[in-house]
């Protein structure tokens, strides 16, 4: 349904570029706005569920994953450096 008021918006607004970028923004923002407090009224703190006993492994082993990850992306991008350094140099061309 969003989309047809959009496009219906920009129908009425086609001949004003300002007027239609106001009531696009604002229609974006009063969407962003019921968007972030009818969740909260249709379901309430007390009906949230309870994760307690994994909550610590999983950011455990989130952040070891992390960690694992961003070691990994540092060799490749050290290992790239050196293959790129030694093209550039010619060592690496006459080896091929």
């Not at 969407?31 to 909260?40: E, F, K, N, R």
């Not at 455990?60 to 293959?83: D, N, Y």
Request: aromatic letters at 8%.
């Amino acid at each position: 349904m969003t989309a047809v008021f959009y496009s219906w918006a920009n129908e009425d607004c086609a001949d004003n570029n300002e007027q239609r970028a106001v009531v696009i923004i604002s229609m974006s923002g009063f969407q962003y706005a019921v968007a972030a407090w009818l969740p909260i009224v249709i379901f309430p703190q007390t009906m949230a569920a309870s994760f307690r006993e994994l909550r610590l492994s999983s950011q455990l082993g989130l952040v070891i994953a992390s960690i694992i990850g961003v070691i990994m992306v540092q060799e490749r991008r050290a290992r790239g450096r050196t293959v790129s350094h030694l093209i550039t140099e010619g060592r690496l061309r006459d080896q091929i």
